[in-house]
């Protein structure tokens, strides 16, 4: 069953990006930079954490770091009161 984002979020999943960096095969000495987008939970990182171990098991490429940051979509708005008014003509 294909869940939409809107029902991911409901369920309190968020929009997470991860910076990996890996070493290249041919060349372990030189770097290069993947960026992964997906739905996930915070703290834990279930679909992350499954990508990286697809990543480990699959791929030639030795994961060097992982930066992950992760944003809540749905949230309360900012109000802020009006403190003054202005009348044009």
Known sequence: MI???ME?????FRLTTAKIL???PD????LQ???WQ???KNPDFPVLHKFLNFWEREL??????VLVE???IIKPSDFKPVTHEFYLN
């Open 27 to 30: 060349h372990p000495s030189l």
């Open 70 to 72: 992760s944003c809540e």
């Open 60 to 65: 030639d490429g030795k994961l060097h770091s």
């Open 3 to 5: 869940t939409s984002p």
């Open 22 to 24: 890996y070493h290249f």
């Open 33 to 35: 930079t993947y960026l």
């Open 8 to 12: 991911l979020m409901l369920q309190n």
């Open 38 to 40: 997906d739905y996930d």
